[in-house]
Every structure is written in structure tokens, then in C-alpha cells.
């Protein structure tokens, strides 16, 4: 069992790191901007990660073919995450921030095999129910859970109306782009890039939906987690007593 000496430092050592990664998340770039090879395609990206603005010059036919206009956003997208990380870490040597993250681990860890040791306990943010159909319920968030972490594609896929556009959206990044070459060909870049505007509106959309939807469980899973702890208080209690 901790000692009241062992969880003060573990709450110390807990509030440390809480503030170091507030600082990390408020050195992220605000917006980072990059470009193909040619210079004609620009990818802006917001803090997430994810892409606020795509644009194709008028006049991408000069140095593009149709075909690699695709290829092109993928490019620019990875050029913007390549410039905010670079702005990112430097804005963290600036702040010592390595250091500080090194300082407190070796104050608040060093020698500290207790913490370790102590076995975890189950969570118990929520409310403990004890009645029949809650626990229904939560055996079910808990199925829903594990099905939306298996069944959902790790992308979601946004259009444009005509279907001309296709932008898939990861894990805070954009990880494919289809563009249909015929259809761009006869567009300047204007065109273009409205269509892209608009399957990177959509596919923001479904992964909103997908994050608010795994986010409605919490309240559930929480109650969930607390009353399976009190159940396991009680069946501890119970076995003290034989």
C-alpha cells in the first residue's frame, strides 16, 4: 500500500507533467503553410494538424500535368507538417522545455519504485449504479466502444458534389487525395480548389461525428468503470469478512 508521502509526490509528479504538456500543446503552431515542389499547390494547416485551406494557383498547367495534381496536395500537406514541426521544436529548445521535462523526472522518479509497484486501481470519475438494466447498458456502451475502435476505417472520406474530389482524413492528418484528372483539365484553379474546399469540409464533418461519437460514451464508461470498482470493493469486503 502507498504511503501519504509516496501519493504527495505522485500527485506533485502528476501536476509536473500536466503542466509540461499543457506547454507542449500551447507551443504547437497556430497555422503552417507549404508547397509542392512546383510552387503551385498550397497546403495550410490549422493547430490540429489537419488542413484549413488547400489552393491551386491559376495556371497549374505550366508545371503540372492533371494526373499529379493529387500527388501535388499530398506533397504540399507534408511540406506544412514538416515546417510546423520545425517551428514547433525550436520554439521548444527556446523554452528549455527538454530540460525542464528531464529536471522533472529525474526529481520526481528517481528512486521512486513505489510508484511503480502499487498495482492500478480502476477509475471512479463516475457515479456507481447497482441496479439491473444500468449494468445492461454499460456492458453495451462497452460493446459500442470496442466496435466503434474496430469497424470504423481509420479514414474518413469527404467529396466534392460532383464527386471529382476525393480527401481522406486520418489521425490529425490528411493521408490521401484524388483528384480526377479529366475533370481538371478543364478547370483553372479556382475551380479546383473549391472542389477541394468542399470534401475537406465534408470529411471534417465525419470525423467530428466519429469524435463526438466515441466522446458521448464517456459519461457511461465512467459510471461504468465506478461501479465496477464498488462491486470489487464489496466482493474485497466480503472475503475479509470469511
Not at 488542413?51 to 508545371?63: C, F, K, L, M, T
Not at 471512479?124 to 447497482?130: F, I, K, L, S
Not at 475533370?183 to 464533418?205: N, Q, Y
Request: glycine share 8%; aromatic share 4%.
Amino acid at each position: 500500500m502507498m504511503q501519504p508521502e509516496s501519493i504527495k509526490r505522485l500527485h506533485e509528479y502528476a501536476e509536473s507533467v500536466a503542466k509540461l504538456a499543457k506547454e507542449l500543446s500551447e507551443e504547437t503552431p497556430q497555422r503552417s503553410e507549404g508547397t509542392d515542389a512546383t510552387g503551385w499547390v498550397i497546403v495550410v494547416l490549422g493547430r490540429d494538424g489537419l488542413p484549413a485551406e488547400v489552393r491551386v494557383r491559376n495556371g497549374w498547367q505550366q508545371r503540372l500535368d492533371a494526373e499529379q495534381l493529387g500527388a501535388a496536395v499530398i506533397e504540399s500537406h507534408n511540406d506544412a507538417l514538416r515546417q510546423a514541426l520545425r517551428v514547433w521544436t525550436r520554439r521548444l529548445d527556446d523554452s528549455r522545455w527538454w530540460g525542464r521535462q528531464r529536471d522533472v523526472d529525474a526529481e520526481h522518479l528517481h528512486g521512486s519504485a513505489e510508484l511503480y509497484e502499487t498495482p492500478p486501481q480502476l477509475g471512479t470519475d463516475g457515479r456507481a449504479h447497482h441496479d439491473f438494466e444500468y449494468g445492461e447498458r454499460v456492458l453495451k456502451d462497452l460493446q459500442d466502444a470496442q466496435r466503434l475502435t474496430t469497424e470504423v476505417p481509420r479514414a474518413v472520406e469527404g467529396t466534392d458534389d460532383g464527386r471529382h474530389v476525393i480527401v481522406r482524413l486520418g489521425a490529425g492528418a490528411m493521408s490521401s487525395c484524388e483528384i480526377e484528372p479529366r475533370w481538371a483539365s478543364r478547370c483553372d484553379g479556382t475551380v479546383i480548389s473549391a472542389a477541394l474546399s468542399r470534401a475537406l469540409e465534408r470529411a471534417k464533418s465525419q470525423l467530428e461525428a466519429k469524435t463526438d461519437q466515441l466522446q458521448g460514451l464517456d459519461a457511461h464508461l465512467g459510471d461504468g468503470l465506478a461501479t465496477l470498482a464498488s462491486l470489487a470493493g464489496q466482493h474485497r469486503t466480503r472475503g475479509d469478512i470469511r
